[in-house]
């Protein structure tokens, strides 16, 4: 059983920048490839970015390329922290934003587009207003 909590969300003008953080802890983290998700109001969540069980590889869906970074430190393989540094934040970001894990036979590798999360963090929220 793996926990998840985010945390770092909040309000920011358009253009501002927020480092959202996903608090990962239960055993065999070191397989599991970690995801952000967003859920925009009256949309369907999207995967947003991920990255690899090694943190050697990470993968970002095509809206926010170049604008946001995820980032990995594995303390142990039962405690895991996952950034997401965004910048340049715009309006349409405005989300609920959602760490999930998925557990992998190949450390090196994610696909934003994986579907079937095993675990799912309650989500924090961000707010992109003037």
């Known amino acids: 059983q793996l926990q998840l909590v985010e945390s770092g969300g909040g309000l920011v003008q358009p253009g501002g920048s927020l480092r959202l953080s996903c608090a990962a802890s239960?055993?065999?983290?070191?397989?599991?490839?970690i995801f952000w998700y967003r859920q925009a109001p009256g949309k369907e969540r999207e995967g947003i970015s991920c990255?690899?069980?090694?943190?050697?590889?990470?993968?970002?869906?095509d809206s926010v390329k170049g604008r946001f970074t995820i980032s990995r430190d594995s303390r142990d393989n039962a405690s895991v922290s996952v950034y997401l540094q965004m910048n340049d934040l715009r309006p349409e970001n405005k989300a609920i934003y959602y760490c999930a894990t998925q557990s992998t036979f190949v450390r090196t590798l994610c696909d934003v587009r994986a579907q079937s999360m095993d675990y799912w963090g309650k989500g924090a929220l961000v707010n992109v207003s003037s």
């Open positions: 239960g055993e065999g983290l070191d397989w599991d490839a």
């Open positions: 990255i690899s069980a090694s943190g050697t590889n990470t993968h970002y869906a």
